[in-house]
Structure formats: C-alpha cells, structure tokens
C-alpha cells in the first residue's frame, strides 16, 4: 500500500506518519522514520564471545553470572513493538527476539524491597560504561526483553549487539545498549543520562525528555 501511494507521488514517510499519528502510536513531538538512526555515548566495544558475560545482582536471592553461551541457551522470546528516540524519531513495528526480561526475574528472584533496577552497559574500554534507571514494575512486562536480533537478523553492533535491553513504552536510552547487567535496587538512582539532565522516568506520551519536563 504505501509503493503504490508513492507511485502516486506520496511519501512513505508521510503515509506512515499519518497512519501512526491516527492509530495513537506516534508521540507528541515525534516524527516517524523508515531507517534506523545509530546514536551512542563512547565506542562501539568489541564482543568476544569467549569472555563476554552477564552479572546480575543487589537485592535479589540468586545474582547471576552467566556466560554467553549461558545466556543464549535461555529460552527464546519474540517480541513486535515501537521505538522511540529521545532526540524525536519513531520506528514502528520492529520485530525483536532474545531472553524475556522476566526470565531473568525468574532466576533472580529479586527480594521484596526491590523497586529499581540499575541497567548497565559496556562502553569503550571501561566494563561498565553506561547506565540507566528504570522501576522494576517496568521492566517486568511481556515486551521487555533482551534483544539479539532485529527484523530477523542478528543485532549490529552499532545497535547495540550482540545485546541490548529493550523497553517499548520509554524513551529508548532506556534500552541500553551492550547490555551486561542489572543491579536490583531500593529507590531509585540516576544512570549516566539522568545525571546529565534526562528525566528520571521518560515516558515518550508524556514527553518526559529531562528532568524539568
């Protein structure tokens, strides 16, 4: 439908950006995209699968370390969701497949005080470059998941492969990349963008794009 609006002279852009403003997808502020804009802070790191691996702990009952054969060997999920980007453009419909975020939880077990969950991310030579905050009540959704692959192809590493977070319904800082563990928290704590002024939260509806907002 939208090869023939453009033969008709239409722009696919302009079709999808009309259609998602009229289903409610697309965010106010927000415009839609048919590519996939790359935006990072530091380096892309290297993956060696052979020393790659994942830490998970804080206020739960079982952290957990896990190689990436370890994790890869978890149970697949898919999951078809939006995307948006605090600097105002929306992909729609991406395809993601990877570990639910609630198979994590499983394992885990996060302990009743635990309302906050501190993502972290590898950035350059540092294990743990990047972070960000997000409730636990957020992330233990049937959406959030850790992705390895897009549209059927395995995650690029400007993207944030081989692993990243994905959390639909905020603001896609939220969805870190290079994703390499959690820390299970009591309140809530700013990660690397919220300390520079992006909101605590960052619902896209709401605009919550920093702090005063």
Same mark, same amino acid.
């Given at each position: 439908?939208?090869?023939?609006?453009?033969?008709?002279g239409?722009d696919?852009?302009?079709?999808?950006?009309?259609?998602?403003?009229?289903?409610? #997808? /697309?965010? %106010?502020?927000?415009? +839609? @995209?048919?590519?996939?804009?790359?935006? =990072?802070? !530091?380096?892309?790191?290297?993956f060696?699968?052979?020393?790659?691996?994942?830490?998970?702990g804080?206020?739960?009952?079982?952290?957990?370390?896990?190689?990436?054969?370890?994790?890869?060997?978890?149970?697949?999920?898919?999951v078809?969701?939006?995307?948006?980007?605090?600097?105002?453009?929306?992909?729609?419909?991406?395809?993601?497949?990877?570990?639910?975020?609630?198979?994590?939880?499983? #394992? /885990?077990? %996060?302990?009743?005080? +635990? @309302?906050?969950?501190?993502?972290?991310? =590898?950035? !350059?030579?540092?294990?743990?470059?990047?972070?960000?905050?997000?409730?636990?009540?957020?992330?233990?959704?049937?959406?959030?998941?850790?992705?390895?692959?897009?549209?059927?192809?395995?995650?690029?590493?400007?993207?944030?492969?081989?692993?990243?977070?994905?959390?639909?319904?905020?603001?896609?800082?939220?969805?870190?990349?290079?994703?390499?563990?959690?820390?299970?928290?009591?309140?809530?704590?700013?990660?690397?963008?919220?300390?520079?002024?992006?909101?605590?939260?960052?619902?896209p509806?709401?605009?919550?794009?920093?702090?005063?907002?």
């Amino acid at each position: 439908m939208a090869l023939d609006k453009y033969l008709r002279g239409e722009d696919p852009r302009q079709v999808l950006e009309k259609r998602m403003r009229e289903e409610g #997808r /697309l965010p %106010p502020g927000q415009s +839609a @995209t048919i590519k996939w804009p790359v935006l =990072h802070t !530091g380096d892309v790191p290297r993956f060696d699968p052979k020393t790659w691996d994942f830490r998970a702990g804080g206020l739960v009952e079982s952290p957990l370390e896990l190689s990436w054969e370890a994790f890869t060997a978890l149970p697949q999920s898919s999951v078809v969701s939006d995307f948006h980007c605090v600097t105002k453009w929306s992909t729609f419909d991406n395809r993601w497949e990877g570990v639910a975020f609630r198979e994590i939880l499983r #394992r /885990l077990r %996060p302990r009743p005080e +635990a @309302t906050h969950v501190m993502v972290l991310g =590898h950035v !350059g030579p540092a294990r743990y470059g990047y972070s960000t905050n997000a409730p636990l009540a957020d992330l233990d959704r049937d959406d959030v998941l850790f992705a390895s692959r897009h549209n059927g192809k395995d995650l690029e590493p400007d993207h944030g492969g081989p692993l990243r977070l994905v959390v639909p319904h905020l603001y896609a800082w939220k969805s870190a990349k290079w994703v390499r563990g959690l820390i299970f928290m009591e309140g809530d704590k700013a990660g690397y963008w919220e300390r520079l002024g992006y909101h605590m939260y960052g619902d896209p509806f709401k605009e919550q794009r920093f702090s005063e907002e």
